[in-house]
Structures are given as C-alpha cells and as structure tokens.
C-alpha cells in the first residue's frame, strides 16, 4: 500500500521554532504550564501515514471531523471515526494512519509544559481511557482556527500567549464535552445538573439527601454514589458550598444582617450559619463583610 507522511489538498500545519519553544514558551510564566508545539488540519488525508516507535516528545490530540482511520498504541489498534478525538500520551510508542476507502479529515496538535502530564490523566480519566466522542461544535473548530490564525500571525508574546491561553479552553471543551455541550450530555451527567438545578432552586430550604435523591427519582445511595463521582464531592457539601456561595452574594450587595442571611438560606440557627460560612471560606461572614467596605 502506498503511504505518505504529508502532502495533502488543502492542508495545514505549523511546526514552531525550537528557539521559540525553548527560548520563549518554555520560560515565560504564562505559557511553561502548557504550550503548543506543533498544529495541523489535514483535510481528506489520503494515505496519511505516521509510525513512531519511540513516541514523541510531547502529548498529541488527534480529532476527526470526517471519515475514518486508525490508531496503534503500544499494541493496541483503535478504530477512529468520525468525531472520535484521540490522546497519545509522550513517548508512547505509536502508528496511526487514514482509512484507505474513506480517510479522514483531522485537526491535530502536539502539546507539552509542566501541566500537560496531569492534563492527560485528567482526560484518561474523564475518558475512561484515550479516546472519546465529541458532539460537533462549529464553537470549538472556531477555538482550534482562532488558535491556528494567531499562529501563523508570528511568534509575538501577544500571539503565543492567546493561542496557547486559548488552548486551555480547545482542550476543555475536548476532555469535558458534556460541558461544553449541555444537550449531549451523559445520562449520568444529566442527573447530577437536575439535582444541582433542584438545589439551585431550593437554597432557601434546608433539603435532605431523600429529598434530593428524590427530585432526580433515584435511591439515596445510588443517588449519592453518582453525584460524588462527578462532582467529588456528597450532594450535601455540594448544596452547602452553593449556600455559602449565595450567601457571601447577600453580604456584598445587601445590607441584610448575618441572622438575616442565614434565614434567606433556610438556616434558623445564625451561629450555625456562621460555623458552616466559616469552614467553607477560612473566614466569618463579618470578616467577609468588612473585606467588602476595604476593597
């Protein structure tokens, strides 16, 4: 079979400058945590084809938009299609390559920093793995173009910065698509935002684990098994970090006494209002308050 590594009708790519990486993305603050190395769009990629043994020396993303291909790691072979996106971990010996009947149409960027090893756990696992589907988003091919533009712009600070600060969000948007989509989220996704909505609605109540396991129609146990796995923590901290959010809202734009806070979140005990706002803020709702009349 015919193979090529590049070469393709209407591609894309920048590959930056050692001297800029090294000189530049890795030293300055605001990039070291993360920065691009390398970015791409290969549209219609017939033949494309690439084998390292040794791996890379950074993390790539590989996203397809269209068509379909493959992805060896290690010794496992992963079949990629359409709006499947793909993370290779750095120096992980790897091959992938482009259908031949059908192949596909990728957007790809080599990425490393001192972040981007605990970003790739984080994917893996929010993925329970290394590949994941996104829901199309013309939102998030307008990241990735916006990115590439300010790319090919030059090297000014101004340009690596936006595009690598730009970054973050691309691969947010990647690694928690049921964020960046709403309408496509998991089922278990889904029930942890109605009972957080049904908290939402409810701060100025005192509600039990029952009560909100059963808003979303679920037994208290598994209710409360889904809900920390997502968020990390039990739906009770959770509503009482979401009182104290509100309540620190009450003492900036209103002029309600603490005792009175406390009422407007269903607490009738002030003092136990006040011990709660404390361990979640390392500080009083009076010393909270007085911040305010500094700042």
């Known amino acids: 079979m015919l193979k090529k590594k590049e070469g393709f009708q209407g591609q894309k790519a920048i590959v930056l400058p050692r001297n800029i990486l090294t000189g530049k993305c890795a030293k300055e603050r605001i990039t070291t945590p993360l920065y691009i190395t390398d970015i791409g769009y ?6 494309h084809y690439r084998k390292r043994m040794q791996g890379a020396d950074q993390h790539i993303l ?3 938009l269209e068509g379909k291909g493959s992805i060896t790691l290690k010794k496992d072979t992963h079949t990629i299609q359409a ?14 390559k482009a259908d031949e009947q059908d192949p596909w149409t990728i957007y790809w960027a080599h990425f490393t920093g001192q972040t981007a090893d605990a970003i790739m756990e984080t994917a893996q696992l929010q993925w329970k793995g290394h590949k ?15 990115i590439y533009q300010q790319l090919e712009r030059g090297y000014r600070n101004e340009n690596l910065f936006y595009a690598n600060m730009t970054f973050w969000s691309f691969l ?5 698509p049921g964020i960046y989509h709403p309408d496509k989220a998991t089922a ?3 029930i942890v935002d109605q009972a957080i909505d049904h908290m939402d609605n409810h701060l100025h109540k005192m509600l039990t684990l029952q009560q909100m396991a059963h808003s979303v129609n679920l037994s208290q146990s598994h209710f409360s098994y889904l809900f920390k796995t997502n968020t990390g923590y039990s739906p009770i901290e959770y509503f009482n970090h979401l009182k104290v959010q509100k309540a620190c809202q009450y003492l900036l734009f209103t002029n309600l006494r603490i005792k009175e806070v ?9 003092y136990y209002f006040s011990r709660l706002f404390t361990k979640v ?9 007085e911040r305010k009349a500094e700042s």
């Open 62 to 64: 590989i996203y397809c």
């Open 42 to 47: 290969y549209p219609k990629a017939k033949f």
């Open 262 to 270: 406390a009422a407007q979140l269903g607490m009738e005990d002030p």
């Open 172 to 176: 947010s948007s990647c690694i928690y």
């Open 132 to 146: 994941t589907f996104l829901p199309h988003s013309e939102k998030r091919l307008e990241l990735f173009n916006s």
């Open 83 to 96: 709006g499947d996106c793909f993370l290779i971990p750095r120096k992980w010996a790897h091959a992938y």
């Open 281 to 289: 803020m390392g500080m009083s709702p009076i010393q909270y308050r």
């Open 188 to 190: 278990h996704h889904d």
